[in-house]
């Protein structure tokens, strides 16, 4: 516990908002998705797939098969490159609130050295550029710093994809460009309300707005030999149970490594698709132990693939 808090007092966003200052909220409908997640494997012999549908509440109200292996929307590379640290900081997830006492974080952290160059993750145009002085990119304006917004378009998925890169030293490229897939598009750094240098991260799904994010782990392509797990937990009607902190326990292995997943906070958004109350990736395929406390212990081994999506279903009622 003390570690991961260290790790956000040293790299987090400050989450202490100026007085007398608005938090956005979303102003349309759900965005519908349509992903290409068909099942690949499952524990049953008959599972229930994931279909795309225009009420993805009830899509995900299932948990037979308890959990499936999914293709996945893996459509972002990661904006950090292979020689730098890819690695999303585990003390501050997206959803997090460090056991209550930060502000819901709307999306990841790359923790890397002043300078170290941010690529775009996939093709797209520059609608933002510059400092959010007066720009309410965020809660609120000079929450970013230096900051930019791409909007992204993908085969298969009816709606729009913006990712936002805050806390930049510096800025590469200007409003209407268009960038390709790997491209430098600005430099890490600690501007805005960073407390150490290191990337921001964002993806908004359907519009550019604060309140529109989802979890970027579940975007971007998990590292080699890696794959995601998303979870949600259901109660006796049907219902997510929130609140609860998960600790999922590697088993294939010796060092029983753990991973401590906070449930996503008011304000963050499960995936359209799956409708998932945390999410992870980058972990090492292999079989693992989903565990919590709900009144008595609960627990379930699942299996993660190589470059896809488990996604596991507690369904308290059954």
């Given at each position: 516990?003390m570690?991961m808090l260290l790790?956000?007092l040293?790299?987090?966003?400050?989450?202490?908002?100026?007085?007398?200052?608005a938090?956005?909220?979303?102003?349309?409908?759900?965005?519908v998705?349509?992903?290409?997640?068909?099942?690949?494997?499952?524990?049953?012999a008959?599972?229930t797939?994931?279909a795309?549908?225009?009420t993805?509440?009830?899509?995900?109200?299932?948990?037979?098969?308890?959990?499936?292996?999914?293709?996945g929307h893996?459509?972002?590379a990661?904006?950090?490159?292979?020689?730098?640290?890819?690695s999303?900081?585990?003390?501050?997830r997206?959803?997090?609130?460090?056991?209550?006492?930060?502000?819901?974080?709307?999306?990841?952290?790359?923790?890397?050295?002043?300078?170290?160059?941010?690529?775009?993750?996939?093709?797209?145009?520059?609608?933002?550029a510059?400092?959010?002085?007066?720009?309410?990119?965020?809660?609120?304006?000079q929450?970013?710093g230096?900051?930019i917004?791409?909007?992204?378009?993908?085969?298969?998925?009816?709606q729009p994809?913006?990712?936002v890169?805050g806390?930049?030293?510096?800025?590469g490229?200007?409003?209407?460009?268009?960038?390709e897939?790997?491209q430098p598009?600005?430099?890490?750094g600690?501007?805005?309300?960073a407390?150490?240098?290191?990337?921001?991260?964002?993806v908004?799904?359907?519009?550019?707005?604060y309140a529109?994010?989802?979890n970027p782990?579940?975007?971007i392509?998990?590292?080699?030999?890696t794959?995601?797990?998303a979870?949600?937990?259901?109660?006796?009607?049907?219902?997510?149970?929130?609140?609860?902190p998960?600790?999922?326990?590697?088993?294939?292995d010796?060092?029983?490594?753990?991973?401590f997943?906070?449930?996503?906070?008011?304000g963050?958004?499960g995936?359209d698709g799956w409708?998932?109350?945390?999410?992870a990736s980058?972990?090492p395929a292999g079989?693992?132990?989903?565990?919590?406390t709900?009144?008595?212990?609960?627990?379930?081994?699942?299996?993660?693939?190589?470059g896809?999506?488990?996604?596991?279903?507690?369904?308290?009622?059954d």
């Amino acid at each position: 516990m003390m570690a991961m808090l260290l790790s956000f007092l040293l790299v987090g966003c400050t989450p202490v908002p100026p007085a007398a200052t608005a938090v956005p909220t979303a102003n349309t409908a759900p965005a519908v998705i349509s992903p290409t997640s068909t099942a690949t494997r499952a524990v049953t012999a008959t599972p229930t797939p994931l279909a795309p549908t225009s009420t993805p509440e009830v899509a995900f109200h299932f948990c037979t098969p308890p959990f499936q292996i999914l293709t996945g929307h893996f459509v972002l590379a990661a904006p950090i490159g292979a020689e730098y640290n890819q690695s999303v900081s585990p003390g501050y997830r997206y959803g997090a609130t460090g056991n209550g006492q930060f502000d819901v974080h709307h999306g990841v952290e790359f923790e890397n050295r002043p300078g170290t160059p941010v690529l775009a993750p996939a093709a797209g145009v520059v609608v933002f550029a510059g400092p959010d002085d007066d720009a309410l990119i965020a809660a609120w304006p000079q929450f970013y710093g230096n900051v930019i917004v791409l909007e992204h378009h993908f085969d298969g998925i009816a709606q729009p994809v913006f990712t936002v890169y805050g806390h930049l030293s510096t800025i590469g490229v200007t409003v209407g460009e268009n960038v390709e897939a790997g491209q430098p598009i600005g430099q890490v750094g600690a501007t805005g309300v960073a407390l150490g240098n290191h990337l921001h991260f964002e993806v908004r799904f359907g519009e550019n707005d604060y309140a529109a994010t989802r979890n970027p782990e579940l975007w971007i392509a998990p590292p080699e030999g890696t794959g995601a797990l998303a979870v949600y937990v259901l109660d006796a009607a049907g219902q997510p149970v929130n609140g609860l902190p998960l600790v999922i326990t590697r088993l294939d292995d010796e060092s029983g490594q753990r991973t401590f997943l906070e449930p996503y906070g008011a304000g963050a958004n499960g995936d359209d698709g799956w409708g998932e109350q945390y999410g992870a990736s980058g972990l090492p395929a292999g079989r693992y132990r989903v565990a919590f406390t709900y009144g008595k212990p609960y627990s379930m081994d699942v299996t993660v693939d190589p470059g896809l999506l488990t996604l596991a279903a507690f369904c308290l009622g059954d």
